[in-house]
């Protein structure tokens, strides 16, 4: 396994959309991810706050982190986010994903998203299944 999560760290450098939304791995261990990400102005919506697809996708990339560090490689099959506050566009965000479940057939996380003030913002729940080569 800890052959996984050094890939995982060293894919983290150089992954696209990683690097686009300048999303930063922040920590990794089995079953474990902590993901950040400093808001911008263009994730701002029409009403004012960031957009909720940003906020998820701090959110999804723990995931992807931490799923990946108990089964590689691994595909969503189910994303589920409740929105608990709005965030501005100088927030920081920090997404923790944690496995509760990790089978040969299925792995269940939680994730929480907050911010700077350590204020809770967002909680997820998502299934990954292997993905067959």
């Not at 996984?4 to 922040?26: G, R």
């Not at 920590?27 to 998820?56: D, H, L």
């Amino acid at each position: 396994m800890t052959g996984e999560i050094q890939k995982l760290k060293e894919l983290s450098v150089t992954e696209p959309v990683a690097s686009f939304l300048d999303l930063k791995l922040v920590e990794i261990s089995p079953g474990y991810a902590r993901v950040s990400m400093k808001m911008k102005p263009q994730y701002i919506n029409f009403n004012g706050m960031v957009f909720g697809g940003i906020i998820t996708c701090v959110a999804d990339q723990a995931f992807a982190y931490a799923t990946n560090s108990v089964i590689t490689p691994n595909v969503a099959t189910q994303f589920n986010i409740h929105f608990i506050t709005a965030v501005a566009a100088d927030d920081e965000l920090t997404a923790e994903c944690r496995v509760i479940k990790s089978g040969k057939r299925v792995c269940i996380s939680e994730m929480e998203v907050k911010n700077q003030h350590d204020k809770l913002v967002a909680r997820a729940s998502g299934t990954t299944i292997p993905l067959v080569k």
